[in-house]
């Protein structure tokens, strides 16, 4: 439910309170579980009424979900039974033995026979520890103080235990103002209104006259009541009657007269699903606008009325509309200039640019093939021809369509939000869903029968985090199932004809999705509510797909009616409305026109064999282009992500690559490469051959180890844009890809070295107090604070608040961050153990996907820590053995693997307080664990060196390696070893003191670097992690010194020296970093964690440059034009069925 909706609950609740609906009050209470009535759980406790106490608490918590909750039910039954004892009612102590007390025998056998002995003894206060039992009354008031302490100690119970601060008649105060907006539209505003109902709109009827009355500055009839003295609802009377402001100012806001509004006209419509600057809200909010006379509802008396009215005062007005500044378009930026030409073969029937490598081209063709296509190269890197994977799986209803009519077309085809995987959608039944690697391989990943009939369309969402795929078709629903398992999570019904589109996204915490059937209907749907959230006419009513400008902040639709009208439209969220309609459409379009969206900028859309372009702030047509001839009458389109290119499909059955200067550069850029390496000698590299690497491929990989491709005649190039590799799908949207990333990377390989603070930007978090060693450091998920946890036991977080600098509030060298404690001044400090100081035990932290809870030990007990408050919500697992090594369950933050000082590595359920199983296979303590959801595994490493596979099924070894010692070194390796996969979650970087390393799956190694003193960097490694986007690997050393490498061949790309972050820096006594840390959605920032308790964030001196890389002006790279990609709904290149 979103915040707005909860926020609703409380207003209702505080109404029903108010009109005394006591039963109806509570019944909400427990039925939505957002606000826990400690009094009334006391009254009904002291009263007895034990059906009603553990109905109300089950709205909150079962006996299940953890051991205080546990407690709590217990301490309810068990006080239930001895007062069924005290009555000598033996008949109901048994019924409630049996029924109540049972169920916790399981947990504790010992206590539950002794509760049993009870009913043989003729007073049970005969058992010594229920001597002082006195009588109920005094029973009861005993257990509900430990009732309380359970219940403020529950996890479940956080933030539900007092209510938000509002005025009083809060929902009557909000009602009144909507009642007053209402009047205010009124044609026919009366002086003084009578209200009589909520159930409709507020309408003043006409004068006798037809005459509009005067302008007025008179009051309304009596005083405007004060918050909390509204008069009552329904038939005890109307609300009071509102303020009639002068027909003037209204007709004034109405021409547009007012500059803060972003468009002239208000345009009428059904009511809208999002709220323009609260995506939680789903209420239609009325703007108040200036020129308006605008009450104060919370004081609003006659006399300031009209003091207000007369002296024309107006209060500022906060318009929550995102307001869109024209941008100055140039023509120059649109990919115009035809480069390339691609022959697919058959008709084209969907595209899809990959997300990260912006040359890579995803296609589907009308008889159900599938291929990826280097544009760049022209090369072919993959094509599969359809077939069903597992017949036998397959519904007797696809067996009969496919054998009735074998032909089938794919109806859609995408790509994932990281580019690892992509759907697709065929016109029978079932999706397809690939793995797929940069060197071109594709891999079955799931099958899915999911509609009766065609899919018309298919889309990635990240619902509650998790990477879902979002399905429609002819059978009129629409399905979200899990990526990763594809099981069916949510199925959503109410078009009444064949869904043709959908679009999901997200504004702030808010998942939706919207989608368009092919009767023009267009309908919104939450995660959470299986009904539609809004139902408003499409234009054309038939086919029609939408979209959102890549920053997520706009919404396009385009369609086209059965008589060939072809509508491309802006619309208004809030108000379910058209904001503006763009012309320059043929008459009767010659099937449904496709269109796309980028840079936040621009439109496309093909109409009479040409592609039509528009700014989005502009109706009218930018510029026409035929692509020099050879178009379908409504071409099918797709932008790249950055706008540089875009791809056309012609009536030939190929495609045309249409570039900008950004674009050809590009494509020259990539030719350039490829002949430099086709020219350039072959390296030898201490690696296997890396076919099939997620990574991408090597640099320095011989022509003969490339990827086949379909077309013999052409000799491949070693090296394609798919360097560029992947990253995960979670932190996709802040990442900024840049065209000069590459463009400076191909440029030179010498090794870049910083040696001064001039060549990046490096900032000293401010610590008033620097106690012992920085041990462990972290970015919180959503990459706004930094996490520490110091020698000492003590965290210390860093917050980066929101300003004109920083408006994301994001972490960054550039803006200095706040020591952030709780207004209590309580530190977060983790248990020690009292035989062996925090300075010598290892320590350990990991944080949860939402960043609301921290779980730490520093060779004491494990503690659960809550962000906001610091406070201790947990502690288990006191030592021997301490906790070493902490990592979440990917799907079930419930469950922890803990690595242990005694080399085992407990899987302990957090919920239900215990081990679920302890796995055994290293011979010194753990010091690093890896989850993998794709290999549905755990990877350990420890202290002896050894790497270990889990099966996260079983809980069962299934491989484990000692890592190769380094040539010149002592095998078998001793030292820490931590382990983290690759956004591919099949590589896996293995770090030791002695070598940094790329292993497989199997436990291969594929690449590894080792330091020397005669090498550029000359001492031990202390700690190493990838950047977010997978493309870097940054290694700290004893020596103060950081590496850069490249993540596909573990060459260094460029050096930091300590005098370039560490002002005082001296060789005789260094300091260097201990652990190195990489922001989640900034792949040049790092962090770095010192010896000596201090904390630096470092990235380039200028933003848009690389680690490593020349400068713009010093290398002539081509200029960047960054967009994040939004995963919003996808522009359509479907056809009507």
């Known amino acids: 439910m979103s915040s707005l909706s909860r926020e609703l609950v409380f207003l209702i609740l505080q109404f029903l309170d108010e009109e005394k609906f006591k039963e109806a009050v509570h019944k909400l209470e427990q039925e939505s579980g957002f606000f826990f009535n400690m009094k009334h759980f006391e009254e009904q406790v002291q009263a ?12 909150f918590t079962k006996a299940e979900d953890n051991r205080y909750s546990m407690k709590i039910f217990f301490e309810i ?11 000598q009612d033996r008949a109901k102590a048994v019924e409630i033995l049996v029924k109540d007390l049972k169920v916790f025998a399981s947990f504790n056998e010992e206590l539950f026979k002794e509760i049993t002995h009870l009913l043989t003894l003729e007073n049970f206060r005969q058992n010594e520890q229920l001597s002082k039992y006195g009588d109920t009354k005094s029973a009861r008031n005993i257990m509900l103080i ?6 403020e100690a529950n996890p479940l119970f956080r933030d539900k235990l007092v209510l938000p601060t509002f005025k009083s008649s809060r929902l009557r105060t909000l009602i009144n103002q909507s009642l007053n907006w209402q009047h205010q539209l009124c044609k026919n505003p009366r002086p003084n209104p009578d209200i009589k109902t909520l159930f409709i709109d507020h309408s003043c009827n006409p004068t006798s006259n037809g005459a509009r009355p005067p302008p007025t500055n008179s009051p309304l009839m009596g005083p405007m009541p004060k918050a909390g003295a509204f008069p009552p609802l329904g038939a005890h009377g109307p609300f009071q009657p509102v303020v009639s402001p002068s027909p003037g100012a209204i007709a004034g806001w109405m021409s547009g007269t007012n500059p803060s509004l972003p468009h002239a006209a208000v345009a009428a419509g059904s009511p809208g699903l999002m709220q323009p600057s609260s995506a939680a809200a789903f209420l239609k909010h009325p703007r108040t606008p200036t020129g308006v006379t605008r009450m104060d509802y919370q004081s609003a008396d006659s006399e300031h009325v009209i003091k207000r009215i007369r002296t024309g005062q107006s209060d500022e007005v906060s318009f929550s509309g995102v307001m869109h500044t024209p941008t100055v378009s140039s023509q120059d930026d649109l990919p115009k200039a035809v480069v390339r030409t691609l022959n697919q073969g058959s008709n084209v029937m969907s595209m899809d640019f990959h997300p990260k490598q912006h040359t890579i081209l995803l296609v589907g063709t009308n008889v159900g093939d599938i291929s990826i296509w280097e544009v760049g190269s022209r090369e072919r890197l993959a094509h599969k021809p359809f077939k069903v994977w597992e017949i036998s799986n397959a519904s007797m209803a696809l067996q009969t369509a496919l054998l009735n009519d074998a032909a089938l077309s794919v109806n859609r085809c995408v790509w994932g939000p990281d580019g690892v995987m992509l759907g697709v959608a065929f016109s029978k039944h079932i999706v397809q869903i690939y793995t797929y690697n940069p060197t071109g391989e594709l891999r079955h990943h799931l099958e899915i029968d999911a509609h009766i009939g065609g899919v018309n ?26 990526a990763v398992a594809g099981c069916r999570q949510y199925t959503f019904e109410g078009h009444e004809a064949p869904v043709y589109s959908v679009c999901p996204h997200y504004k702030e915490n808010i998942q939706f999705i919207f989608s368009t059937s092919i009767d023009g209907k267009i309908k919104a749907w939450l995660y959470d509510c299986s009904r539609s959230r809004v139902d408003y006419d499409a234009p054309g009513l038939w086919c029609t797909m939408m979209a959102y400008s890549a920053d997520g902040t706009r919404l396009f639709s385009c369609g086209t009616s059965k008589e060939g009208e072809s509508h491309l439209v802006e619309w208004n969220e809030s108000e379910g409305a058209i904001k503006r309609t763009y012309s320059g459409f043929r008459k009767r379009s010659l099937g449904v ?9 621009f439109l496309a859309a093909g109409d009479a064999f ?34 540089s290119l875009l791809a056309v499909t012609t009536s030939d059955n190929g495609i045309k690559i249409l570039a900008n200067n950004d674009g050809v550069c590009l494509i020259r850029m990539l030719e350039s490469r490829a002949i430099d390496k086709n020219q350039g000698p072959s390296e030898p590299i201490n690696s296997k051959p890396l076919l099939g690497n997620s990574l991408g491929p090597f640099t320095n990989v011989s022509p003969a180890a490339a990827p086949i491709v379909d077309r013999p005649d052409r000799t491949p190039p070693a090296v394609s844009i798919s360097n560029l590799g992947t990253m995960d799908s979670s932190r996709l949207l802040d990442v900024k890809p840049r065209i000069s990333d590459d463009a400076g990377k191909i440029l030179s390989w010498k090794i870049s070295d910083v040696v001064d603070t001039s060549h990046l930007k ?17 970015y919180t998920n959503n990459g706004l604070a930094l996490l520490a946890l110091a020698s000492n036991a003590v965290h210390k977080l860093w917050k980066w608040q929101r300003s004109d600098r920083n408006p994301l509030g994001k972490a960054t060298a550039y803006v200095v961050p706040q020591l952030w404690q709780p207004p209590n001044g309580t530190l977060m400090s983790n248990d020690v153990n009292e035989n062996k100081p925090a300075e010598e035990s290892a320590s350990c932290i990991a944080l949860s996907k939402n960043d609301s809870y921290v779980m730490s030990a520093s060779g004491g007990k494990v503690s659960l820590f809550n962000m906001m408050t610091f406070k201790v919500m947990a502690t288990f697992m006191s030592p021997p053995p301490a906790a070493t090594f902490l990592a979440f369950h990917p799907q079930d933050n419930n469950i922890i693997a803990v690595g242990m ?16 199983t302890k796995l055994k296979g290293h011979q010194n303590r753990i010091t690093g664990l890896a989850f993998s959801q794709t290999l549905n595994a755990l990877v350990s490493s420890g202290a002896d060196a050894q790497l270990c596979v889990w099966s996260i099924d079983v809980w069962e070894k299934k491989n484990s390696r000692f890592i190769q010692a380094p040539a010149g070194r002592q095998s078998p390796l001793l030292g820490e070893t931590k382990v983290q996969f690759h956004n591919d979650q099949a590589h896996l970087l293995v770090v030791h003191e002695s070598q940094i390393a790329v292993y497989d799956s199997k436990l291969e190694c594929l690449l590894s670097w080792s330091w020397s003193p005669k090498e550029t960097l000359t001492a031990p490694i202390s700690s190493a992690i990838y950047s977010c986007d997978g493309l870097l690997v940054y290694a700290s050393f004893y020596d103060g010194a950081v590496g850069v490498f490249y993540a596909d061949s573990l060459r260094i790309r460029c050096r930091i020296a300590p005098s370039a972050y560490i002002p005082s820096f001296a060789a005789s006594n260094p300091v260097y970093p201990l652990v190195v840390a990489a922001h989640p959605s900034e792949p040049n920032q790092i962090a770095l964690g010192m010896s000596d308790g201090a904390v630096h964030v470092v990235e380039p001196f200028d933003v848009e440059q690389k680690w490593g890389g020349p400068s713009s002006q010093d290398n002539g790279s081509i200029p960047s034009n960054s967009s994040n990609p939004s995963p919003s709904g996808q522009a359509s290149e479907l056809p009507p069925r």
């Open 77 to 87: 039954r068990k006080q239930k039974y001895l007062e069924a004892l005290d009555r």
């Open 146 to 151: 430990e009732l309380k302490k359970l219940i």
């Open 901 to 916: 000082e005694d080399s085992s590595i407990q899987i302990y359920n957090v919920r239900v307080d215990e081990v679920k």
């Open 48 to 59: 007895g009424e034990w059906d009603e106490v553990e109905r109300y608490l089950c709205g």
């Open 457 to 482: 369309d298919i889309a990635f969402a990240h619902p509650n985090k998790q990477l879902c795929i979002v399905t429609c078709g002819d059978d009129k629903m629409i399905k979200v199932w899990d």
């Open 762 to 778: 490096v900032l000293r978090l401010p610590d008033p107090v620097t106690a012992g060693k920085v041990v462990r450091l972290i």
């Open 593 to 601: 026109v496709q269109f796309d969206t980028t840079r936040n900028r």
């Open 610 to 643: 040409q592609i039509k372009f528009w700014d989005m702030d502009n109706t009218n047509m930018l510029i026409a282009v035929d692509a020099d001839g050879g178009l379908l009458a409504s071409s099918r389109l797709r932008f790249n992500k950055e706008g």
